[in-house]
C-alpha cells in the first residue's frame, strides 16, 4: 500500500512538472538571469510538489466519492443500477471526445482568423 502511494505521488509529480514545461523554463531563465538560480530550482520543485499534492488529494476526493457512490446504489432499482452503470461506462469516453472536439474548434477557429 505505501509502495503504491509513493509510486503515484512520484506519478503525479512527473505530470505536474511535465504539464507546463514552457513556464517551469521561463521560471529558471528568469532566476538565472537574476543570479538566484537556487531560487528558481526551488520554486520549480515547489510548484511540482504542490501539483502533486494538488492531483492527489483530487485523486483521493475522487475514489471516495465512488465509493460514497456504490455504497449508496444497492439500495437503488434495477434500472437505475443499469442507468448508473452505463454513465459510468460511457462517461469517460464521451468527456474524452468532447476534449478532442473542443481542442478541434479552437484549432480551426485558430486557422480561420487569419493570425
Sequence with gaps: ????????VACDAS???AAV????AVVLLGAIALG???FGVLLVVAYGLGMAATLSVAGLLLVRLRDRIEARTHSLSPTSQWALRTLA?????????LVVLVGIGLTVTALTSGG
Design 15 to 17: 505530470v505536474a512538472l
Design 21 to 24: 514545461p514552457e513556464r517551469i
Design 89 to 97: 461506462r460511457i462517461g469517460p469516453p464521451a468527456t474524452a471526445l
Design 36 to 38: 538566484r538560480t537556487a
Design 1 to 8: 500500500m505505501w509502495l503504491n502511494t509513493v509510486r503515484d
